[in-house]
């Protein structure tokens, strides 16, 4: 019989839930929400944040544990909305991104993620991943959540996030890359049979 790894994931979106576990189920990871409050500092680094928040939430949980945080660049918007993609997306969505495109013929982007692992016997690790792409002129598809339906990744034949099954966003995605890489971590380093 396998062991299954259970390691709390402090968030409150679902949707990271869901595709994380999708993507480390593989490497026979489980992450659970916990629903402690996750202390975000503001900083423009996702590395900066995902530590401090790690530590904070460390001092209450004493378990290991999983914080991620991610967002999207736009290249002609120097960055925005970065690490506040999550007030953004509330305050504008994806339509109020489209109205700052307007115009704007270079559309390069990229999604973040940053996951950060910690547990009382270890400080926080990073694992890092970035899907590069570009900002759609509509919104199309159903899948994913937040910007995916304005985003379009390189090597996706023109389809945003929106267009692609789960299972395809993963292999593309910021938050599989970062995931695949803690996940191959923790079983070579923590999970050792
Ligand atoms: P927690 O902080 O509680 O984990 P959150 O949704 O507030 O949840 P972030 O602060 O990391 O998370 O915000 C990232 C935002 O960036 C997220 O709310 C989405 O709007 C957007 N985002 C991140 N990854 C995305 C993805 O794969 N597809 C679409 N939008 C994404």
Not at 50 to 68: G, R
Not at 76 to 105: A, E, H, R, T, W
Not at 165 to 176: T, V
Request: hydrophobic share 35%; aromatic share 12%.
């Amino acid at each position: 019989m396998i062991d299954i790894h259970e390691i709390y994931f402090i968030t409150s979106n679902d949707h990271k839930v869901e595709e994380a576990n999708r993507i480390l189920s593989q490497f026979g990871i489980c992450l659970r929400k916990s629903n402690i409050k996750k202390l975000e500092i503001q900083s423009n680094s996702l590395e900066k944040i995902v530590k401090y928040s790690a530590l904070y939430a460390m001092k209450k949980l004493k378990s290991e544990l999983i914080i991620e945080d991610s967002g999207l660049f736009i290249k002609k918007l120097n960055g925005f909305p970065g690490p506040f993609s999550s007030y953004v997306y509330k305050k504008l969505g994806c339509d109020g991104i489209l109205k700052l495109m307007q115009n704007i013929s270079d559309r390069r982007a990229l999604f973040k993620c940053v996951v950060g692992y910690c547990s009382p016997n270890v400080k926080p690790i990073l694992f890092c991943g970035i899907c590069y792409g570009n900002i759609s002129n509509e919104a199309r598809g159903s899948y994913g959540f937040g910007f995916d339906p304005i985003f379009i990744p390189d090597n996706s034949n023109g389809r945003t996030f929106s267009e692609l099954l789960p299972e395809e966003k993963d292999k593309f995605s910021h938050r599989g890359i970062a995931f695949r890489k803690f996940g191959l971590w923790y079983i070579s380093n923590i999970a050792k049979p």
